[in-house]
Every structure is written in C-alpha cells, then in structure tokens.
C-alpha cells in the first residue's frame, strides 16, 4: 500500500518536473503590505490577482501579507522574508541613499523599482472635542505618529519639525499601529492620528463613522519641507470620500506615492510577469480601488528612486515605456 502511494506520487512529482510546457516548479512570492484598512492590503491583493489569473502560464502564486508598513517592508524585502513590498516613495529614497531608518544600517544597495502606485497623503484625524484645528495644536495632545515600520512616522515627526514641534517634549506621541488608530480614536485614547495612505480607504472611514465627531485637519506652513525634500509635493484630499468628517472643504496637505518594490535577488522572469500582468491590464487593475483613478502608464514609472529591477526594465522597453 505504502509502495503504492509513494510510486503514485513520484509519477505526480515527475510530471509537475517535467510536463512539457508546463513550469518546472511552481513559485511562491509574497507581497507586503501594510495595517488591513489602508490601500496597501487591498493593493497586494490587486497585484497578487492579476498574477494568480495566469498561474498556469508563469508558475507564479502570489500571496499578501499584513505588515507594519513602508519600513517594515523594505527591510522583510532586503532579509528576504518578502519577495515584493509596497513602499512610500519618500522611504525608497530613504532605504536607497541610506538616511531616516536606515541612516546605521546605510544604503541598501539590493532594492530594485518595480512601479509606482496611487498617490498617499499626510493624513492628520483628529478628535474634534480635541479642538486640533492645525498641526500647531498638537501640542500637549495624545498623537499618535505611528509604529515604527510604518511610513507615517517619519512623514509626522517631519511635519512637526517643519513647524518647530518637538515631538518628544511637545506632545504625547504614540507608536499605534494604524489599524488600531481610529478605534482607539474613537474611545477617546488618543486625540489624534497621523496616517500616510491613499484616499478613501477603511481607517478614515472608520474614524469618521463613529459617535466621536472627526474632523480632517490641513497641514499647511510646510513650505520649508516641500523645498527641502524632491520627494514631499502639495496634496488635496477630496472630503467627499468622507461624508462623517467635520470638514467644509477639501483638506490641504502634503503626499507621497505608494511604490511596488523588490529585490536584486527575485528572478527576472517573476518580476517581469508581475510588470506585465498589471501594466497589460490597467483599465481592470483601476477598478479593484477608488485610489487607482489617476494611474497612467506612465505615471507609474515616476517617483521611483531604486534602480528598475531587469525583469520589469525588460517589459518597459519592449512596449516603448523606457528605452
Ligand atoms: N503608507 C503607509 C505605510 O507606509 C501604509 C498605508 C496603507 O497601508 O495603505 O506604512
């Protein structure tokens, strides 16, 4: 019986190895993310299906994973724990110049570019019973700035410093994962939040849902910031994605992109599927999320400060995107 059962499965195995056309081996990628109410969970998800839709053609499976965000992922992505990371923009020129984060650890010279995503704005929620108004009045609150691998951490201790806030004597700052923030908010825990994310997604919407009136605040008078940083530029966030915020008009702040990064070590083949599968299919991609609206073939390849990965570098050029 045991004889039987291994000669069946050495003639399965053999045939996975070596049906012709078919792929040698099936392989496993996944894609980090970050908190399940921010766009980057349901943007792996979008990634991960595209690829999935043609296992048969590539051998690829794609899977998610939950993570703390930008930081954490470059790093799952440099140990190799992660094949591929969706990562701020501002934080792929941090982990590739070695500063921020990674100013100890230096440059980590394995990250590649794949494309750049949905824009991410600077996302200030606040209590309204909190009167923050303006970043100015996040002094001797309870903000939360963020865990440390997110992104936002570094985006609002920026902010303040900006406008001459000290985060560590001036305010009572949290390290909250952001999944956890507009609940908390909500109890009345934290007076606000900081949240670097593409616009509507499930935080704000729960943070302005709730019995606690929440107002979107602007973050304006960082004029200094935007000159002195290539990757920080002016952003709106539309206050009809939110109809419980306690907002007149659209919020005024400042943003990033969403970047699909991997690296130098993930085969040519993988990263090029993965480049193939999304750009061939925009207009399907841009209807798995709101955020995606203004995606264009080519504002896909701006904001990207790593060098472009091969694989994706060879389909940029054999459809005219790069030369
Ligand atoms: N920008 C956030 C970060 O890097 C994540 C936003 C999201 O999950 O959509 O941590």
Not at 183 to 212: C, M, W
Request: glycine share 10%; aromatic share 8%.
């Amino acid at each position: 019986m045991r004889k039987k059962l291994f000669m069946v499965l050495s003639v399965v195995m053999t045939c996975a190895l070596f049906a012709p056309g078919a792929h040698a081996k099936r392989v496993f990628v996944t894609i980090g993310t970050g908190g399940i109410t921010g766009v980057y969970y349901p943007t792996g998800g979008a990634i991960a299906k595209m690829v999935n839709k043609k296992k048969k053609e590539y051998g690829i499976r794609a899977t998610v994973e939950s993570t703390g965000g930008s930081v954490f992922n470059v790093n799952a992505v440099m140990n190799g724990d992660l094949e591929f990371g969706i990562v701020q923009s501002d934080r792929q020129y941090q982990a590739v110049n070695g500063l921020a984060e990674w100013k100890d650890k230096g440059p980590q010279k394995d990250l590649r570019a794949v494309f750049s995503i949905h824009p991410e704005s600077v996302t200030l929620i606040a209590a309204v019973d909190s009167g923050i108004k303006s970043i100015q009045d996040v002094r001797g609150k309870r903000i939360n700035i963020g865990n440390p691998g997110s992104g936002q951490r570094q985006n609002a201790i920026d902010a303040f410093e900006a406008v001459g806030i000290d985060y560590k004597k001036d305010l009572k700052a949290e390290s909250i994962k952001a999944s956890e923030a507009a609940g908390l908010l909500q109890d009345g825990r934290i007076d606000a939040f900081f949240y670097t994310v593409g616009h509507p997604n499930g935080s704000v919407k729960e943070a302005t849902s709730g019995a606690r009136k929440v107002r979107i605040v602007d973050i304006t008078g960082v004029d200094n910031l935007l000159a002195r940083y290539p990757y920080y530029a002016k952003a709106i966030i539309p206050i009809s994605n939110y109809p419980g915020a306690q907002n007149e008009k659209d919020v005024q702040t400042f943003g990033v992109k969403a970047t699909f990064v991997t690296s130098a070590k993930v085969p040519d083949d993988v990263v090029y599927a993965i480049t193939k599968e999304v750009f061939d299919n925009l207009d399907d991609f841009k209807k798995l999320h709101p955020a995606y609206a203004t995606l264009t073939r080519e504002n896909m390849l701006q904001g990207l400060s790593a060098p472009i990965h091969p694989g994706a570098l060879k389909y940029y050029r054999e459809v005219g995107l790069m030369k």
